[in-house]
């Protein structure tokens, strides 16, 4: 998983061809803590897409830009443009995410 330090880096991030997963993520979430386990087993069972962790705290901007006002958030892109998002204010499991990723993986 990428996690990028500079706005620059995250608008290239953005911007790329191939598909990326935006990770609206803190450190200070429960329910972010508690899906930063899973993670690594999701980006390996779902190598077609670039997973790109964003810190809300540290990119307010660009999550107020992409309307991400929950975390954890996750937002597929395709050539920069959204193509899907999965929000909810229940805590995501493993398969609901894996659900979510394989929607968009086509």
Known sequence: MISPNTYEELAQLIE???KVLLFFTA?????CQFIYPVM????AE???F??????RDDFME???EWNVFGIPSFIVLEKGQE??????????TKAEINQFLTDYSK
Do not use: I, M, Y
């Open 16 to 18: 790329a061809e191939e």
């Open 27 to 31: 450190d200070w979430c429960p329910d």
């Open 40 to 43: 690594p087993e999701l980006e």
């Open 46 to 48: 779902n190598p077609q």
């Open 50 to 55: 670039t997973f790109v962790r964003v810190n």
């Open 62 to 64: 660009v999550a107020q």
């Open 83 to 92: 193509v899907g998002r999965f929000v909810s204010k229940l805590r995501k």
